[in-house]
């Protein structure tokens, strides 16, 4: 089984930046898509942004231009860049990757288990 260890959370001024990353260990397997998302109190979790295996990415509207991801594939990780951060940004982010794992071969979903972000003065 795929684990993935995210790092990076904490507290952050509004304005502010923060970078999480998210390691993927294991093995005989391969990462698709690789993603983050995030869910803050009362909330469902939502979608942050995506980026495939050749680097097409999908960010949210409300972190447009604020958030970047991007990944290595030969390290299995993937990284989120946030600027600007706002206070409606606090959540606790999950890191998600798609896996095709070889012995046996199965398809799933792998989730990290998650860190705090908080963004407040």
């Known amino acids: 089984q795929v684990q993935l260890v995210e790092s990076g959370g904490g507290l952050v001024q509004p304005g502010g930046t923060m970078r999480l990353s998210c390691a993927a260990s294991?093995?005989?397997?391969?990462?698709?898509?690789m993603g983050w998302y995030r869910q803050a109190p009362g909330n469902q979790r939502e979608l942050v942004a995506t980026?495939?295996?050749?680097?097409?990415?999908n960010t949210a509207d409300s972190v447009k231009g604020r958030f970047t991801i991007s990944r290595d594939n030969l390290r299995n990780t993937v990284s989120l860049q946030m600027n600007s951060l706002k206070p409606e940004d606090t959540a606790v982010y999950y890191c998600?990757?798609?896996?095709?794992?070889?012995?046996?071969?199965?398809?799933?979903?792998?989730w990290g288990q998650g860190t705090q972000v908080t963004v407040s003065s």
């Open positions: 998600n990757a798609d896996i095709t794992a070889y012995r046996p071969l199965r398809l799933y979903e792998a």
């Open positions: 294991g093995s005989s397997f391969s990462i698709n898509t």
């Open positions: 980026i495939s295996r050749g680097g097409y990415t």
